[in-house]
């Protein structure tokens, strides 16, 4: 060691500098908040934290970590909860980096909180106007952030980008990602390849263009952009996709409606990567119209409509497709989680890509140059027999497209999976899929006109509308069903179920601890032996889940995170076959082994009751039913049964003719995501739509009271 003799310096002016030393010493050995980079995301599928969406590039959804078992999950107990602001449905992943958990809640909000004692770090509210909810047409969710090199990023609802400090959650920079004018909104995560941050959008049922675009992570400027339907004048757009547009998408469109509402194909929640092809992969979702005769007269493929899209993340340059749904009529959207993993098939490793879109077929694909390997139904289908494995396509059933007559098909628009994420666990070779049954009578819509702004399907909803019928009624709740299934992708057969009391359930997390864990809607979070399906442990959420699980480890004790909260598409659009609850405040509930805290009950909102003896309304019933089913029903329920977004049989508007319109037509609480329907109908149509939802209320309290009465 080499001394430097001082010479004649004051006392302090010493201590000062060693002090200075000291700290700079000190800091140089803490890590910056969130200090995610690609080192560390090749690393992710290995390590005790959560770094992305899925843990990791690949999006398993599988952890090593095995402290947390078959054989003590019984003793897991709440480590911590944190209570919301938001009560829609909370659809969020969180992230945990360094001791530090990030998530996100409805209307886009985030958080950050110490992973170990749950204490609130910072807070980030966009601040997105309340009539942004009608743009949303499966809730006001988001699935969660992304974080990399000292930034949480998250998309809003309004169709913003934002880069957040990750230390204090400043806003650092932001983006409008969407043309505003149009009804475009962001649910997804987020996802960041190379210093760039990858975003989609949704929209498709109002009339968008979808795309996806990456910005540079360190200042947000746009990097490259790829349509993923062509633009209707015929002009190049200057982006990524005008080369494959020109070459292999624009001849499989036809003249239609697509002209009118960009053709839809959003991409707004399925992304994956592999560093070693240096491919990114995006699903794609459904058209606008759904219906391919409303959409492109009958004719072509639509690419790339119901896609899985190969793209290189530097560039977006096109490396290939597979389409899981040629001219898709409905909403079978390919949007549903992609998980890349290594199989063995035929005796040979094979690099495969694997998803269980809304079409029901469960799809092997070679992730190098999307070659089908293998499809198999999942779910029982009806609008195929199967898919030809020489050319990759379904095997239609006859009259599937209800060109000539209606189809009660199997899956619905909700699909055989929805957004929900699946899991992939390495040790047992199982993909576990939150699965559903939910048939829909699809009818062409005779007369379809293009509505900017509104539900623009093709279809007729007013076939939708529930029977009056209790036995009817039972019957079709009897044959809508959800389930957990445990699915050999290599032998593509199913290896074990479990069944569910009501369809619209929760995403899935695996561990190495030889664990599935997933929430359910009756509000439950249950742990199962992954490779028999046996129920292990069971804790009472309180509230609806339809978030996926996470699990981390910290201090050298594993956690197991959900957040709580229903809401969603499901729950949106059929709430009359969910549990009945009100809306509650979303929750985060962190466990660990001997957890001892305790949460409490969720406050109950008083349920509201109005006398409706002497209202009266001087509108058409049979116009208000059809207006209604025509605009009101996915929100509100088919049959105005709705009792959760809110129930208009219970709201106070409906006593009075001047409050129903104040609402409904004039926007009185667009603030609150009710905004006003003026460009859809008038206000005899508005009065029309009180007087059918007065009888229905009407209907639904006699029910009540003949109950009541005979009990």
Known sequence: MKIVRLGVVRLGVVRLGLALVAAASLAACQKPAGNVDAERLLAAASNAEWLSYGKDYSEQRFSPLDKVNASNVKDLGLAWYAEFDTDRGQE????????????????????????????????????????????????????????????????????????????????DWEVQTTDTSRPYTITGAPRVVKDKVLIGNGGAEYGVRGYISAYDAGDGKLAWRFFTTPNPTGAPDGAASDKVMAEKAAATWSDGAWKETGGGGTAWDSMAYDPELDILYVGIGNGTPWNHMKRSGGKGDNLFLSSILALKPDTGEYVWHYQTTPGESWDYTATQHIVLADLTLDGQPRKVLMQAPKNGFFYVLDRATGKLISAKNYVPITWATHVDLATGRPVETPGARYEKNPVLALPGPLGGHNWQPMAFSPKTGLVYIPTQATPFPYTDEAGFAVRPGAWNTGTDFLANSLPTDEAQVKAMMAAIKGTLVAWDPVAQKEVWRVEHPHFWNAGILSTGGGLVFQGNAQGEFTAYDAAKGAPLWTARTGNGVIAAPMTYELGGEQYVAIMVGAGGGGQISAPGLMPARPRLPGRLLVYKLGGTAKAPEFPQPATPAIDLTQVASTGDVKNGFALYHQNCQVCHGPNASGSWLPDLKASPMLLTADNWKGVVIDGASASRGMAGFSRFFDVKGAEDIRAYVIQEARTAQTATATAAAGR
């Open 92 to 171: 969020a992943t969180p992230l945990v980096i360094d001791g530090v958990l990030y998530t996100s809640t409805a209307w886009s909000k985030v958080f950050a909180f110490d992973a170990k004692t749950g204490e609130r770090l910072w807070s980030y509210d966009p601040r997105v106007e309340g009539a942004k909810g009608f743009d949303a047409c499966c809730d006001v969710v988001n699935r969660g952030v992304a974080v990399w090199k000292g930034r949480v990023y998250v998309g809003t609802i309004d169709g913003r980008l934002v880069a957040l400090n990750a230390k204090t959650g400043a806003v």
